[in-house]
């Protein structure tokens, strides 16, 4: 289910370190993931700035730093042929890593922050790719 309200980001809750590892962890497993590697392999050039950029955004989004620069939802629609399941392979993957946090706050919010930037990012890519058609929510509950 998509969150309506995502917790606000707050610095006092979770440390870089936390972020970061959420993010190499996660990163880890997607590569490795034989839906989801195939496409992060083809379009990550740089993989220490593609952490930087990750870590960055997550920071923003979970302790509210501003050092974030960038605009996801162009870079996703120009990939070609996604699809929801692989956006539901990425949130099944993304909660799968923050079973393993062991800050249970920290797996709360992030996961309601990537269930709705999923969520967004489908929406999008849909309206871009197929603008006749009415666009379908993820099926985020099963993912």
């Given amino acids: 289910m998509i969150p309506r309200h995502i917790p606000e980001p707050n610095p006092n809750l979770y440390t ?12 880890a497993k997607a590569r490795k993931d034989p839906s989801l590697g195939p496409i992060f392999e083809a379009h990550v050039i740089d993989w220490d700035a593609h952490f930087v950029q990750m870590t960055n955004f997550w920071s923003a989004q979970l302790r509210g730093t501003s050092r974030f620069r960038g605009a996801p939802m162009p870079k996703h629609i120009a990939l070609p042929e996604l699809n929801a399941a692989l956006f539901n392979r990425w949130l099944q993957l993304f909660r799968e890593t923050t079973l393993e ?18 969520e967004r990012l489908w929406m999008g890519y849909q309206m871009s790719h197929f603008p006749q058609r009415q666009p379908v929510a993820l099926n985020a509950d099963n993912a």
């Fill in 16 to 27: 870089e370190e936390e972020v970061s590892k959420l993010v190499h962890d996660f990163y």
């Fill in 101 to 118: 946090l062991s800050n249970p706050t920290l797996k709360q919010h992030a996961d309601a922050v990537a269930a709705f930037i999923a």
